[in-house]
C-alpha cells in the first residue's frame, strides 16, 4: 500500500475542522444555511493556508449529499466538483472548455462546481474568455477560484466574486494541530520540537506538515529538536543560547568560542546571524513588553528561559545588537574575509554594554564641559 503524506491524510474534512481560518469557514457555512450562496467565490492567501481544502469543503456542503460523494470531492475526484490547475490549464481553449461543459447539468446534485486552483496563472485570453460566463452562469454552476496572488487577478474578474482573503495560521494553531497529529501517529514529541516544526511552517499547515513528515521518515519514535537541528543544518539552540549568555556577561573570548563550536558543526556565518537576529528580536520585545506578551512564538518553557534572559539586557542594548548583526548579515555576502567579519560582529556584541557605558560617560563629560563653559 503507498504511503499518503500528512498534509493529505489529515486534510480538514468539514467546516468545523478548519484550522486557522475559522472566520472564513463560518462565513461560508451560514451563507448555505441563509440560502445566499454566491455564484463565485475568490479565495487569496499564501500555500498551504487551506484554500483548496476550504473549496473542496465547500463544494461538499454545496454538491455533495452522499458518503461516496463526499469522499470523492475530497479527494478531487468528484464529477460534478471538477477542479482545475491553472498552471497547466491556462489557456483560453481550456477555457472555452469549461464555457461548454458548464451548460450541462449535475449529474447527481444541485450544483456543478469549477474549482481553479492558481487562477492566476491562466492567460489574458482564458480570462477573457470566462468573463461572461462568470459574470451571467447558469443556475446550477459555481465557482471557486484560488490564488496565492490576487493581484495578478484582472478586476473585472474579482469584481464578479466574493473575495475571502485567508491569513497566515498563527503558530500555537499550527503546533496544537501537530500534537494531535503525533498522538494519532502514536508518536512522542519534545514540545519544544512541535513548536519548532510550527514556527518553520510560516503560517502554512502544509509546510508544516511536510516538515513533520520528514522526521518521521527518520525512524525515530521520539521526536527532538536536535533532530530537527540536524535535519535542516540549524545552529544548535543550546550552543546559540550560551552564546547569547556570554554577550550579556561581555565575555568576547567566550563568545568567541562559542561562535567557533557553531561554524565547528557546519553552520554558516550568515545563517548564524539570522538566527541571533532571531533571538534577539524576542528578547528585544519580551525585554519591551513582559513575560505574556503574544508578539513572540515561543513555547512556554523557552518564552519562561527567554524571559529571564532578557532581565539581562535593556531594549536599547538589543536594537543596537539587531542593527549590528542585521548590517554583517549584509555584509558577509560580498567580504572577502567573512570569518574576521563576524568574529568582529561578535566581539562588538558582547562590548555593546562598555560601548554604551563609554559613549554615556562621553556625553556626561561633554555636558559637564559645555555647563562650566
Not at 213 to 230: H, I, P, Q, Y
Not at 288 to 313: H, N, W, Y
Amino acid at each position: 500500500m503507498s504511503y499518503t503524506v500528512l498534509a493529505r491524510r489529515y486534510r480538514s474534512n468539514d467546516f468545523d475542522e478548519v484550522v486557522g481560518q475559522e472566520p472564513v469557514a463560518r462565513t461560508l457555512k451560514a451563507s448555505i444555511e441563509a440560502n445566499r450562496v454566491a455564484h463565485a467565490y475568490l479565495f487569496c492567501g499564501t500555500r498551504g493556508v487551506g484554500k483548496t481544502s476550504m473549496a473542496r469543503i465547500f463544494a461538499k456542503a454545496l454538491a455533495g449529499g452522499t458518503p461516496e460523494a463526499d469522499a470523492a470531492i475530497m479527494r478531487g475526484e468528484d464529477t460534478d466538483v471538477i477542479e482545475i490547475d491553472g498552471a497547466s490549464n491556462r489557456g483560453v481553449d481550456e477555457a472555452r472548455e469549461i464555457i461548454s461543459n458548464a451548460v450541462y447539468r449535475p449529474m447527481r446534485g444541485k450544483y456543478k462546481v469549477y474549482i481553479i486552483d492558481e487562477v492566476h496563472m491562466l492567460t489574458k485570453e482564458a480570462f477573457n474568455a470566462l468573463l461572461k460566463t462568470m459574470e451571467e452562469p447558469p443556475e446550477h454552476v459555481k465557482f471557486i477560484l484560488c490564488t496565492t496572488e490576487a493581484h495578478k487577478v484582472p478586476a473585472t474578474i474579482q469584481s464578479r466574486c466574493q473575495r475571502f482573503d485567508f491569513r497566515n495560521i498563527p503558530a500555537l494553531a499550527i503546533a496544537k494541530h501537530l500534537e494531535d497529529v503525533i498522538t494519532r501517529e502514536k508518536l512522542k514529541a519534545d514540545p519544544e520540537l512541535v513548536h519548532a516544526v510550527a514556527v518553520h511552517g510560516n503560517g502554512s499547515m502544509r509546510d508544516a506538515l511536510s516538515l513533520l513528515d520528514r522526521l518521521m521518515a527518520t525512524g525515530e519514535k521520539k521526536l527532538t529538536l536536535a533532530l530537527l537541528e540536524n535535519l535542516l543544518g540549524l545552529p544548535d539552540r543550546q550552543i546559540v543560547s550560551e552564546l547569547i549568555d556570554t554577550l550579556a556577561a561581555g565575555d568576547p573570548a567566550q563568545a568567541l568560542r562559542a561562535t567557533g563550536a557553531l561554524l565547528g558543526k557546519g553552520i554558516s556565518g550568515e545563517q548564524l546571524l539570522q538566527t541571533m537576529l532571531e533571538r534577539l528580536r524576542d528578547l528585544m520585545v519580551l525585554s519591551a513588553c513582559g513575560k505574556d506578551t503574544d508578539l513572540v512564538d515561543l513555547s512556554d518553557d523557552a518564552r519562561a528561559a527567554e524571559f529571564e534572559r532578557s532581565k539581562s539586557f535593556d531594549p536599547a542594548g538589543l536594537t543596537h545588537m539587531i542593527a549590528v548583526c542585521e548590517s554583517v548579515q549584509r555584509a558577509l555576502k560580498s567580504s572577502p574575509a567573512p570569518r574576521a567579519l563576524l568574529d568582529a560582529c561578535i566581539v562588538r556584541l558582547a562590548m555593546t554594554e562598555k560601548i554604551a557605558d563609554v559613549a554615556a560617560l562621553i556625553a556626561g563629560g561633554n555636558g559637564a564641559a559645555v555647563k562650566k563653559a
